[in-house]
Structures are given as C-alpha cells and as structure tokens.
C-alpha cells in the first residue's frame, strides 16, 4: 500500500507541475533546504521545486506524510566549523542572517550524506585564511587553487567549481582590452587571487597601475563607485551578482581562469578532504545530480519574474481541482512523455552549460570559438565570440569564406597544427601556440585552448571548443630578452676570451673569431689606424680571401668616402655594396661576392684607433638593431683589450729592453776583453731590435780611421774586416760629423757615399748608423742593416740610441775601470728611472690611486732604516715598492676598475695579481732580491693572507713593513666607494689587527714613527 501511494502520488505531481508549467511557460527553478534527513524519491523530488509548486502540492504532501511518515535516521555527529565571508552567490549572509549560496548549499548536502553538523564562523576574506592556518576554523569554502596557498592549506582534488575575473568600471571608463587599464587606479580584494595575479599582469606587461586593496568584495565596488577607484577586478560570480546594485558598468575584459576548492588546515580534516571528493565525484559525472542543480540555483541565470508569486494561490486550487476529479490518470500518460522530453532538453542545456563552464575556467582568452565534425571528418564553425575580428582582421564571413582556421596559419607551423588536431581527433586537449596571419599580412601569435566533443556513441570526435589568446607582445618580448641575453653572454664570453689572452696577436685573431661566431657572419675584419701615416691596414681578419688582406694595407682615410668614412660616430651600413660608389677595392669585393658590409669604429679615450668590420657573402643581409648593437659591444670589448695587449706587450718590450741592459752590463763587469764585449752588445742589438746585421766600428786615432771591431749576420767575409777613413762611406761620413744616418730605402739612395756596391750578396734595404762617443770624443761607429725595408718609431730609435751608449760604454770601459764603475752607476740610475717610470705608468692606468707608490714606497724606507735595516737591502726594499703592483698589469680593466665588490669569480683573478709580478720579474736577475714585496704584500701574520698564504716570519721582514704602510696609505686616501679615514682610525685600525694582519713588532715601530711625526703628510 505504502509503495502504491508512493506512486500515486508521485503521478498526481507531475500531472499538477505539468499543467502550471503550461499555463505559465514557466522554466522551473531550484532552491536550497539543508537536511540530515535521508528519504526516499519524492523527498528528493519536492527538495528541487519552486515555491509556488510546494504551495500547490501541500495537500498532496501532508496525505503522503500521513499514510507514510517520515523517518529520521541520525548518524554519529561530526561538528565542522566553516568559515563564511561576503561574496554572493557562492558564499553569503542574506537579509534574513542565514548563511547561504553554492558552497555552502552544496557542503550541507556533503554533510547531510556524511552526518557532520556544520558551525558557520562569519570574517573577512583575509581574516578567514588567517584563521584557517591557525586551525581555529576546519574548512573554508570558495578558495581558489595557487601554488603559494598549496604551501599553506590543504585542497581535495576534484574542482568544487571554476571561475574567473573580469573587470568592471564606471560609466566615465571605458575598458575594452586588458592593456587599457595602463594608468588607471584598481581596487581589488586584499589578499585574493585576483589581487596576485592582476600584480602578475602589471609586471609582466610594465603597465602603470595603481592597486587599491580592500577587506570585502562590497567595498572593492564601493570604492569605484565613490570614485576612489576607476576599475575593479573582482571574481565574475560576484560581479554579475551585485554590479548593477553599485551603479557599475559591466566590460568584457575576462582573464585568470581558476578552480574552486574547499581547503582546510594543513595537515589536517583529510578525512574531510576525502568525503568532498567522494560525492563531487558521483555528482560531477550525473547531469541530474544535485551539483548540477545547485549551479544552475545559485551559478545561472533566473528568469522567474515577480508575477509569478500572484498564481500561487491558483495552481493550489487547480492542484486539488484536479486531486478531486482524477484527472491524475489521463494526465500519466502524457506527462511520462513530456517528463522525457524535457529531461533530453535539460540534459542537453546542462551539457552545453558546462561546456562553457569549462571552456571559460580553462583559458584566459581574447576570443572563443566553437566548431562541429561532420561525418567526413571536416571541421564547420558553429560561432565564435570575442575581440577575433580586431584580432584577425577578418570579418566571420571573411573568415569562413577564405577556408577558416587553416589557411590562417603561418606555412612553417602547419606540422604543429597537424599534430594539435591528431591529438584532438585521439580525445586529448591541447594548449598550443601557433603563429598566425592576419588579413594585412602581419605575422602573430595565438596560444591556442582547445577541447574535443567526443561522442561516446560513434567513438570519434564530433566538435572541438576553446578559445585563442593574443600573445603577440609577450613573444615580442620574449624575443626582446632571448636577443639581449645573448647580446650579453656574447660580450661576457668575448671578454673572458680577449681579455685572458696578452699577446697583441692572440687578441686580434681572437677578437674575429669571437664576432663571427657571436653574429653568425661568414667574414670578419679588424682595421687598425697608422697613427704616422693616417692609412687603415687590416691586421686580422677571420674567413676574408688573402688577396683582400693584402690589398687592403694602407688604405689612406682620405680614400673613404665622407658618408661612411671609419672615423664616424654612426655604424656604418652598406646594405648592397653594388649600389655604393666610391668603396675602396669595391671590384675585388664585388669579384669575390661580398654584399653587405657593416663597420664600427673602436675608440680608446676617445679617439679613433681602428673599426671592426662585418661581411656577407653571395646575398644582402639585413642586420637587426639588437646584432647592430652587439657588434658595438663588440668592437668596444676589442678596443679594450687591444689597449691592455699593447700595454702588456710595451711593458715586456720595456722589461727585455732592460733584460739587455743588464746582460750587457754584465758582459762588460765581467770581461776586459772589448770584443767580447762588443759580441754581445750586436747579438742583443739583432735580438731586441729585429735587425738583420750589425758592424761595429773602433776609431783609431793614429792612423785616423775607423776598423770593424765585431760584425753579426753578414752573408760575406768581405763585410768582416772593414777599414774605412774618415769621411769615406757612410761609416766614415758619420765619424766625421758626429751625426747619425739613416736611409730606409738602400737601393734607391743616389748619395755618392752609398756603400751599395762593397754590399754585393747582402740585399740590404735599410741602413742606419750612429757614432760612438764617451766623454765628448769619438770612440767609434755602430751600423745596422736589414734586408727589409724598417718603419721604426721613436721607442726604436730611443732604444738603438741606448744600445749605441752602451757600446760606447762598453769599449770605454775597457780602457778605465773607475770610468766603468761611473758608467755602471748611471746605468743602475737608468734602471731605477725606468722602475720609477713602470711606478707611475701603473699609478696612470689606476687613476684613482695615483701618487701610491711613491708615498708607501718613501714610508717603507723610512721604517725600514727606523728598524736599521741596511741601505744594501733598502735598495731593494725601494724596488719592490715600486713594483709592487706591477702584477696588476694582468689583471682585466673590467675586474681593476670596477666600482662596486668584486664578485667571488673576480676576486679569485685580482688575488693573482702577486703571481704574475713574480712571473714577470723573477726571470730578471737584477731584480730578484726585490721580490719580496711584489710576491708577499698581501700576506697575513695569521696565515689568512694570499697567495700563498704565509705565516709569521715565513713573510720576508720586506713585506711585513710594507703591508702596515699599504693599509696606512690605503685608508687615508679617498677611493670611489668610500671617503678616507682620519688619521686615528686608521691608527687604531691598525693597532687593533696587530697581531691578526700585520707583525706585532712592526706594528709598535709603526705606530712610534706615527707619533713622532707630527706634520707628517705622505702627499
């Protein structure tokens, strides 16, 4: 009787719902009742009805209560609290003060199934995460998923719900594109996901926006509509929910696609997380569940109007009207059809809402699209929404008439787009990006969402959904960064490169290599300036045919045409070189297929010593702005590091040229015998000076001639023994005169003092001599010859003059020894002169510690006699200071002038810098015994020093005294990162690291010398 009643009943409501929907065309719509209550089908059935349709079946109600009660079954309690905030339809208080919307609807039917009670605890949005992560409440509904609260919560996993953000205004703003909010003031939720990401989208575009922050969703509408805010970017649930309430304007703009969870305390209420899972799983798979009822109450669109509540009264007479006659049997019929007719319609509705659900939740995009698969498998747009005409170009009906999607994308991405419609066709998403063409022609990106149909029933794909987003300006500028990055790491490796090599040689071949391969160029050039002459020569190159090398040598300034001449500011860029007249060798280029020639200048402070040049070959290149910029960088690290390989190779030459002092020097200590003497002067004169041949001449006053003493690579015996009296020959003219001669073309010379003929089988080119003189008389002639033709420069010439004293010194010393120990005294002078001038030459280079070396060089002599030490050792104690930085010469410009702290990397290269002045003065014996201040400066009396990390009196007594007064000098003067210190603290910084940095004893001499010196001023 029971179930028959059930069934009575159950026929009777339909007959009564069907026959009110008809005379109202009214679309039912469902509420919200939270019960432990577990019924059976009815129940649930009267559960999911609209008000006037409870009203018209309550007599059919309180008959079924009567014949079959309802019975309450209870399970064991659970109390779970929930923590409630203000954002209507998902979660809200309404006016009467309960606590309603989507999630909170749907966690009471969880609970009613799981047998928990709820506790609702009302904060704002950031004081319920807050008490959330304390474990003061248990669950908080409405969360959307990120990373950063993944570290903090806990999150089922099946999606409550999606949603996403759009933006609202004022009717003064108009909004249309997410790149129109540049310059406008936001006001967003404090703490929100809207509030991270729209921080995300501002920093990743650069726009120029000013965020507003509040504690509820009310007053973020609030503020734009007061006008403390021009735009706010709320969720869109809320939004389509309350805008008009606030006056605001609804725009199009849509972006942070997110899924909706419950989350709890961590680590905790996973039994929680389980259930919720649990029943999502069930009801997100069934159209009819009451998940997919409760989004479409809370989540879609109404539609009943006021009217309907004035018929309430009507269908309940009607109802019991038609109770009354028993019409309920010819209604069954009928309505058991319609009943599944309108389940189909409703299925399929709920299908396409979801559809849209997910399509939204999945992509921010810019348009959305959705296309059918005919039976042939070809693809038909059913429509397509958004900003795709300003996008594209096209209009729809120019879209779908040019062949749609396909014929829009750019032909070297169709294998992508083949691979994203297999796997569309295999039932798999895609996200892609794809370039595309718009109707002008113009090449874009599109990041492409999109999701197959399937039909289950022919097993095969039947549409395809989505959306595509302009990403156009993000590839741009991620381009922009690929291209600066590489610009960089191509300056960075290049300089690693060129500035770890110091001889002149390396550098320049390496410069070439380094900018072929950092721009990809078949070809590179490398233009040095003849500062004499005013000619630009090749002196390296990389992949240029030899014949342009040697037809580019002395090519004269005035050669280049004004408009791209080498000296300008300006890049110069020869896009075609068959179209430029005027270009130096422009047939030998064209002849070899050169087409496009791209040249910087390279400056060293500020004036032109030579350009980099680029090639390509058989076709026109179009260098971009950013490779235009890089070979700037380029020619800027080679100007560089050509100037350090050119002071490198001037302080080696320096440093052989006193290697050769010395050895002379000591040939003649050594040896009474002239010649020998004399052997060795020519040998050193041939090694250092790159000659071919030397003679030397001894004037012999009493027969008044000049006779070969030593002759050094002669082909013939002839030029061995030579005799010439004054006046005869250019050796005799030079006697006679006391004047030097130099002729650097032989051949051509018509004097009739040539010698030409006495140099039968030599082929001499240049000759060059020089008369020997001590004391104010001749003692003889030096000559030089060489096969070649020399272009000498004044260091050369100074040097052969050094040499020619020297010779001169050596034959005169063999005559007087005491005017050979006079001589020798100059000669250490000289030395010491040059050390002296090594000193300033590296206190030029380091502009901000000019005057150093002399100051620590004078206090450390001072000290050192204070400790009586003896002048022998302080000859070289004065050496060493000077030197004492010479190491420094190795060390990068980028690395020694850099204003800010050394970076671990560049702190390990500076720390050599002690090595390499051993390494470039330990093979000079004359100053070995000046070592120990170059090499153990930087030592420390506790072993923490460097390089070799020395300790105690493992430091040499020369360095200990020096490093107290290199941290003195140090201190006491201004450098670019800091003011100098006054003379006390520099005093107490001393005292205080006795023992640690610096020898205790030395320590006390220095700081009595300190106190006796009270006007005392290094400077």
């Not at 969720?235 to 942070?256: A, K, M, S």
Request: proline share 3%.
């Amino acid at each position: 009787m029971s179930i028959f009643m059930n069934k009575l009943i159950l026929f009777i409501f339909y007959g009564v719902e069907k026959f009110v929907k008809t005379i109202c065309n009214f679309r039912p719509r469902y509420t919200s009742i939270s019960t432990k209550s577990k019924n059976t089908k009815i129940i649930r059935l009267l559960l999911h009805r609209n008000l006037f349709q409870w009203l018209s079946v309550l007599v059919l109600l309180l008959i079924y209560m009567s014949i079959n009660p309802l019975n309450h079954t209870y399970a064991a309690e659970r109390s779970v609290r929930v923590g409630v905030y203000q954002n209507a339809p998902k979660v809200f208080l309404n006016e009467s003060g309960q606590v309603v919307g989507f999630f909170i609807d749907l966690l009471e039917e969880i609970a009613k199934n799981e047998g928990w009670s709820l506790t609702f605890h009302f904060c704002e949005w950031e004081t319920c995460l807050v008490a959330l992560q304390a474990g003061e409440i248990d669950i908080m509904p409405d969360v959307a998923y990120s990373p950063e609260r993944d570290e903090l919560y806990d999150f089922h996993h099946i999606p409550a719900g999606e949603s996403w953000s759009r933006v609202y205004t004022n009717s003064q703003v108009v909004i249309n594109r997410i790149d129109q909010i540049n310059g406008q003031t936001v006001a967003v939720l404090n703490g929100s996901i809207q509030q991270t990401e729209l921080e995300q989208t501002i920093r990743n575009n650069g726009f120029d926006v000013s965020i507003v922050t509040a504690q509820s969703l009310e007053e973020v509408f609030q503020l734009v509509a007061e006008g403390s805010a021009s735009i706010a970017v709320v969720n869109h649930f809320f939004g389509e929910y309350t805008y008009q309430d606030f006056g605001l304007v609804r725009t199009p703009v849509i972006f942070n696609a997110t899924t909706l969870y419950y989350a709890t305390t961590q680590g905790t209420n996973q039994d929680i997380l389980n259930a919720i899972d649990a029943n999502l799983s069930t009801w997100r798979n069934d159209p009819d569940s009451i998940y997919f009822s409760l989004m479409s109450r809370w989540l879609g669109k109404s539609d009943q109007d006021e009217w309907f509540k004035y018929l309430t009264w009507a269908s309940f007479g009607i109802a019991i009207l038609l109770f009354l006659s028993g019409g309920w049997v010819l209604l069954l019929r009928k309505q058991v059809k319609d009943r599944t007719r309108h389940l189909e319609i409703a299925n399929q509705k709920l299908s396409e809402k979801e559809e849209g659900y997910r399509l939204i939740s999945t992509v921010t995009s810019d348009y959305m699209f959705s296309s059918k698969v005919d039976s042939a498998g070809k693809l038909t747009l059913n429509w397509i929404a958004g900003a795709f005409e300003a996008i594209t170009g096209y209009t729809l009906e120019e879209y779908i008439a040019q062949g749609g999607w396909r014929t829009t994308v750019h032909p070297d991405d169709y294998t992508l787009d083949d691979q994203d419609l297999e796997r569309l066709r295999s039932n798999q998403p895609i996200i892609s990006e794809i370039r595309t063409i718009t109707k002008n022609g113009q090449i874009t990106w599109a990041r492409v969402y999109a999701h197959p149909v399937w039909s289950d029933e022919r097993n095969e794909l039947v549409g395809i959904y989505g959306a595509v987003q302009d990403i156009t300006d993000r590839k741009l500028a991620e381009e922009k960064i690929r291209q600066q990055t590489m610009r960089a790491e191509a300056l960075v490796h290049t300089a690693a490169n060129i500035n770890s090599r110091l001889d002149l040689d390396d550098v320049l071949s390496s410069i070439c290599e380094e900018t072929a391969r950092a721009l990809a160029v078949p070809a590179v050039a490398l233009y040095m300036l003849d500062k004499v002459h005013h000619t630009n020569s090749i002196v390296a190159d990389y992949g240029l045919p030899a014949v342009i090398r040697e037809s580019s040598l002395q090519i004269p300034l005035s050669a280049y045409p004004p408009e791209f001449s080498p000296i300008l500011d300006a890049p110069i860029i020869l896009q075609d070189i068959t179209t430029v007249s005027d270009l130096p060798n422009k047939e030998l280029f064209q002849s070899l297929a050169f087409r496009t020639i791209v040249a910087v200048k390279m400056v060293n402070k500020d004036t032109y010593i030579g350009s980099l040049s680029i090639f390509s070959i058989g076709e026109v290149r179009q260098f971009s702005n950013d490779e235009i910029l890089l070979l700037e960088g380029l020619s800027n690290q080679a100007a560089q590091a050509i100037t350090n390989a050119r002071l490198f190779e001037n302080i080696e030459r320096q440093l052989k040229h006193i290697e050769s002092l010395h050895t002379i020097d000591t040939a003649i200590v050594n040896s009474m015998d002239v010649r020998l003497a004399l052997k060795v002067i020519a040998e050193e004169i041939i090694n250092r000076l790159g000659v071919d041949a030397v003679d030397i001449l001894l004037y012999k006053p009493a027969s008044i001639s000049l006779e070969s003493a030593v002759s050094q690579g002669f082909r013939t015996s002839e030029m061995q023994k030579r005799i010439f009296s004054l006046g005869q020959g250019y050796a005799g003219h030079i006697a006679s005169t006391l004047k030097q001669r130099i002729i650097l073309d032989l051949p051509a010379e018509k004097d009739e003092l040539n010698p030409m003929r006495q140099f039968s089988g030599e082929d001499f080119i240049s000759y060059f001599g020089t008369p020997l003189q001590a004391k104010g008389q001749l003692i003889g002639v030096l000559e030089i010859f060489n096969r070649t033709q020399l272009d000498p420069d004044q260091e050369w010439l100074n040097f052969l003059e050094t040499l020619a004293g020297q010779a001169a010194i050596a034959i005169e010393s063999i005559k007087s020894f005491e005017e050979l120990q006079i001589s020798n005294t100059k000669l250490i002078m000289a030395y010491d002169a040059t050390i002296e001038g090594w000193s300033r030459a590296m206190d030029l280079r380091d502009e901000e510690t000019e005057g150093h070396t002399q100051r620590v060089t004078q206090l450390t002599i001072r000290l050192a006699r204070k400790m009586g030490i003896s002048e022998e050792q302080i000859v070289h104690i004065r050496r060493g200071g000077l030197l004492h930085d010479m190491g420094k010469l190795g060390i990068p410009d980028r690395i020694l002038h850099k204003p800010d702290k050394l970076t671990e990397e560049e702190w390990v290269i500076m720390q050599k810098h002690p090595t390499y002045a051993y390494k470039m003065l330990s093979s000079i014996e004359y100053l070995r015994p000046a070592l120990d201040i170059p090499y153990c400066h930087h030592e420390k009396w506790d072993g923490t020093g460097y390089p070799r990390k020395l300790k105690g009196e493992e430091i040499p007594l020369a360095a200990r005294i020096f490093s107290v007064v290199d941290v003195w000098d140090a201190l006491t003067s201004d450098r670019p990162y800091r003011l100098a210190w006054d003379r006390k603290r520099v005093l107490d910084y001393i005292e205080q690291n006795s023992g640690t940095y610096f020898d205790p004893q030395i320590v006390k001499v220095f700081l009595q010398e300190m106190g006796e010196m009270t006007s005392f001023h290094l400077s």
